[in-house]
């Protein structure tokens, strides 16, 4: 499939009200729950933390530390992609497939268009931009915690803002976007499969966007785990 999509182009004056018809499908229309989502489990990460902090050995600091790791490492590349999986997969596999049901394809290949190319090479372009996503979701999970530990009385500003700071290894970000890079391919790769060549009628579309779900899913966790090994230890 993938050496069909970058093969025989097609024109860019299409590809590119395709691409950003998909930047807005895709992108902008992920932002509400990618924001809702990042803040409140940023705010629960630091909570948990700061409950769980009961020796008073343990330094204050250590909650914007803790929250940190966990927002920059995991939560915003990893935990928001399998989100992303279930809004963004489902959409894009819903929409090829109900293409293939209603023969749309069909119309596209007897046209002498590439319809690989048509359908997915924009939505790669599109999800190329993920990373601002994830960015953005970085901020706002440390923003939310730095809300729930300041206002619910557990850490001082000067106490959480010292533990962003303590012990930073920038390469930790670096790892964070080669995972997000690797997770946009695969949520752009993967439902396009299930949705391009799914059989039947529009009972099977359902059925195509949940099992292109869970196995964007499983390859995401996988190569989360791959790429955290090649890169962390």
């Not at 182009?9 to 691409?19: A, C, E, F, P, V």
Request: one cysteine or more; hydrophobic letters at 55%; charged letters at 10%.
């Amino acid at each position: 499939m993938l050496q069909s999509v970058f093969s025989k182009m097609t024109k860019w004056s299409m590809l590119r009200k395709l691409i950003f018809k998909d930047i807005d499908d895709l992108i902008i229309g992920s932002m509400g729950i990618v924001c809702f989502i990042s803040f409140f489990v940023g705010g629960v990460v630091s909570i948990q933390t700061a409950l769980n902090m009961n020796n008073p050995l343990i330094p204050k600091y250590l909650v914007g530390f803790a929250t940190r790791q966990s927002v920059i490492l995991e939560f915003a590349p990893t935990f928001i992609s399998i989100i992303m999986a279930g809004k963004v997969g489902s959409f894009i596999t819903s929409s090829i497939g109900t293409m293939r049901v209603t023969e749309q394809i069909d119309a596209l290949e007897v046209m002498g268009v590439n319809s690989l190319n048509y359908l997915v090479f924009p939505k790669i372009i599109a999800l190329s931009l993920y990373p601002f996503v994830i960015t953005i979701a970085m901020f706002l999970g440390i923003f939310g915690g730095w809300l729930a530990s300041i206002y619910g009385g557990f850490s001082t500003s000067a106490d959480f803002i010292q533990g962003l700071q303590i012990e930073f290894i920038p390469f930790h970000v670096t790892y964070a976007f080669i995972k997000t890079f690797v997770f946009a391919f695969v949520l752009a790769t993967i439902p396009s499969f299930y949705g391009y060549y799914m059989k039947g009628g529009a009972l099977e579309v359902g059925k195509a966007s949940t099992t292109s779900f869970v196995w964007t899913s499983v390859v995401i966790i996988l190569i989360n785990y791959l790429i955290t090994q090649l890169l962390l230890t």
